[in-house]
């Protein structure tokens, strides 16, 4: 079994940088995909600086869609503990079309538009998540880790379909070898750092009162 563990990725910040009224779902979902955009990004070159070949161009983005609906299926459960069945499916959409908004300008730049009459690039991710996410709603949370303050901790299967799905988008050689790293070091990273955002987001500390510059006599 061959299992790279890069250096810790540093921690994301994810409070709100003001103080004020409770934050609708749509606003919560506009920073979570942020958020979710960045530890795809992070999930994918720390694959590469493990000695994955993610090769760029459409390689690349075929990855990237994969760990971002990984990303949304984990998310959308974590929602659950913290939000009322109207306002989860509020946030999960919204947070599914900032991130195809998100994807499709990165898409559009570096390998052009779709072809005219072909889905855009957003369309595309919008039509992955309809249809694997409801493949990750049959798994469920691992039973043998405590629920912790989000409430979710994908089980084996949730991991292990994350992996399987990643194996076409690496070379041959890689394939092999995705499993192991993906389920023992990349997926849990991943989720741990969307655990600590969304409690972060929902649960914001009062920041603390910035010290004056002077002294006095």
Do not use: C
């Not at 609708?24 to 994918?44: D, G, N, P, Y």
């Not at 760990?67 to 949304?72: D, P, Q, R």
Request: proline fraction near 8%; charged fraction near 25%.
């Amino acid at each position: 079994m061959r299992v790279h563990t890069p250096p810790p990725t540093p921690r994301l910040k994810s409070q709100w940088f003001r103080a004020g009224p409770a934050k609708s779902a749509e606003q919560q979902a506009s920073a979570m995909a942020f958020i979710v955009w960045r530890v795809a990004r992070h999930t994918l070159d720390r694959m590469r600086r493990a000695g994955f070949d993610v090769e760029v161009g459409t390689p690349y983005f075929a990855f990237l869609r994969e760990v971002l609906v990984f990303l949304v299926a984990v998310t959308d459960r974590i929602a659950h503990a913290r939000l009322d069945a109207a306002q989860r499916l509020v946030f999960t959409a919204a947070l599914a079309h900032h991130l195809a908004r998100i994807l499709q300008d990165n898409e559009d730049d570096l390998l052009g538009p779709s072809a005219p009459g072909e889905p855009s690039h957003a369309d595309t991710f919008i039509d992955l998540v309809n249809e694997v996410t409801s493949h990750y709603a049959e798994f469920g949370a691992d039973p043998s880790l405590p629920a912790g303050d989000a409430g979710f901790h994908p089980d084996f299967g949730f991991l292990r379909y994350l992996g399987r799905r990643l194996e076409p988008t690496l070379p041959e050689k890689d394939r092999r070898w995705v499993l192991d790293q993906v389920m023992a070091v990349e997926a849990p990273e991943a989720v741990a750092m969307v655990q600590r955002s969304m409690r972060d987001l929902f649960e914001p500390v009062a920041r603390r009162p910035r010290r004056n510059g002077t002294t006095g006599d």
